[in-house]
């Protein structure tokens, strides 16, 4: 730069050239904006307006599942000596009741008001799919991800599911309900008893794909052990695919539930399977419809939007998403 460049900026020689003190700790950091993964996934899943509305259909569900029977305490046979308020139709119960959150979707065989029995059954059902979930993806997850890395586990495991895989999983089910009684813990303990076998094959089917990549190879030869490995490494990885397969998870037990009622070998309770199965008659019965396809309606509506929700919620924890 000349004397006369630098005449025209103003500035001294000084003020233009000066050393920079070099730092070796200071070059180090990398100044990008802090990533949260969590708050990552949040922004991606709310950044499409019809997560908002599935979101908050199901937060509706959850409300009146668990909140509605705690507000009005439904008793199934407190009107059962009164014959006039027995299979009414949404609008004759309107003018026998008068218009109320009671009458809306009539009444049933014991006089019963159809919309509490739904949500009454909403709430065991919906009880019922999250505590089975919440055991078979812990036992399925944590077990397939040392299966899947462990040679000697797999041997072992890979027998016990080549017996127990083959026997089909509404038959083992049943089987479990008719020896013990229909109770909630009974179908728990049906539903989870091998359920989280084809759980736990899956996750070591994915796990064998990335266990011997370069990390988990050094991890290993500096001594770490195999459920560290399993954990630390290979699992957080897998994150997306947890996830989505939770959100097939639970609609499923729903479903398992409404069949198993609806075939006479669910629960004793008053379920969402249990009410469909005691209104089979009222499908066919002119007047009487509105019995069967109420909670035939409310458990498709409950089984779709959680399905919905796992599933866009997977596809926002793939962080390959966060771009």
């Known amino acids: 730069m000349t004397n006369e460049q630098v005449k025209e900026l103003g500035l001294s020689k000084e003020e233009l050239f000066s050393f920079v003190d070099h730092d070796e700790l200071e070059s180090e950091k990398i100044t990008a904006p802090r990533y949260s993964y969590w708050q990552s996934v949040f922004r991606v899943f709310f950044r499409k307006k019809i997560n908002i509305i599935i979101l908050s259909l199901l937060f509706i569900i959850i409300m009146f599942a668990y909140v509605y029977p705690m507000i009005y305490k439904f008793d199934p046979y407190a009107n059962l000596n009164n014959p006039t308020l027995k299979h009414l139709s949404p609008s004759r119960a309107i003018d026998v009741m008068g218009f109320n959150i009671h009458s809306i979707l009539g009444t049933g065989a014991s006089g019963q008001s159809t919309f509490d029995a739904i949500w009454n059954g909403s709430r065991i059902s919906i009880s019922l799919a999250f505590v089975c979930a919440a055991i078979n993806m812990t036992i399925g997850v944590i077990l397939g991800a040392v299966w899947g890395f462990s040679k000697k586990v797999d041997i072992f495991m890979m027998e016990v599911y080549n017996i127990l895989g083959n026997v089909p999983y509404i038959l083992f089910i049943s089987v479990m309900v008719m020896l013990f009684s229909s109770s909630f813990w009974t179908m728990v303990f049906a539903l989870t008893i091998t359920g989280w076998l084809g759980i736990a094959y899956f996750i070591r089917t994915q796990v064998i794909i990335i266990r011997d990549r370069e990390y988990n190879l050094a991890s290993k030869c ?52 249990r009410l ?48």
């Open 222 to 273: 500096l001594g770490t052990s195999t459920i560290k490995i399993a954990m630390k490494n290979i699992l957080p990885f897998m994150t997306s695919i947890i996830v989505t397969l939770l959100a097939s998870e639970i609609p499923s037990y729903i479903s398992y539930e409404v069949f198993l009622s609806y075939i006479g070998m669910g629960l004793a309770d008053m379920s969402l399977g």
């Open 276 to 323: 469909i199965y005691a209104a089979e008659s009222s499908m066919v019965t002119p007047g009487w419809e509105f019995e069967f396809w109420s909670p035939v309606a409310i458990s498709s509506i409950i089984t779709v939007v959680l399905y919905i929700v796992g599933q866009n919620l997977g596809d926002a924890s793939d962080p390959r998403t966060h771009m």
